[in-house]
Nanobody
Framework: QVQLVESGGGLVEAGGSLRLSCASSGRAFSTYNMGWFRQAPGKEREFVVA????????RYLDSVLGRFTISRDNAKNTLYLQMNSLKPEDTAVYYC???????????????????WGQGTQVTVSS
């Protein structure tokens, strides 16, 4: 069992930065591949980025490549998302999720993740 708690969301102006954190309980965190998703009002949950259990492999949504950076600290059981050059279209609730499957073709499918956090709101003003 993995429990995930996101933090770090907030209101920021366009062009600004935020760093999200996802703290995990339990010792199994280091064995899971992790992802960040986001969901804007009236839209489906969207894959943003994923990272392998050891941090060696990442997968990014094209629209955030070069602006967002995912990282993890397995000693602290924590996942991070550094978001720079934020745009109004980045506004959404951001969720972290854990999966036991590898970072294959299903990496962007929410139903292929085993555990989810409660989400943290990110609002980017224009």
């Amino acid at each position: 069992q993995v429990q995930l708690v996101e933090s770090g969301g907030g209101l920021v102006e366009a062009g600004g930065s935020l760093r999200l954190s996802c703290a995990s309980s339990g010792r199994a965190f280091s064995t899971y591949n992790m992802g960040w998703f986001r969901q804007a009002p009236g839209k489906e949950r969207e894959f943003v980025v994923a990272i392998s259990w050891n941090g060696g492999t990442t997968r990014y949504l094209d629209s955030v490549l070069g602006r967002f950076t995912i990282s993890r600290d397995n000693a602290k059981n924590t996942l991070y998302l550094q978001m720079n050059s934020l745009k109004p279209e980045d506004t959404a609730v951001y969720y972290c999720a854990a999966r036991s499957m590898g970072l294959g073709a299903s990496v962007s499918s929410p139903e292929r993740y085993d555990y989810w956090g409660q989400g943290t709101q990110v609002t980017v003003s224009s």
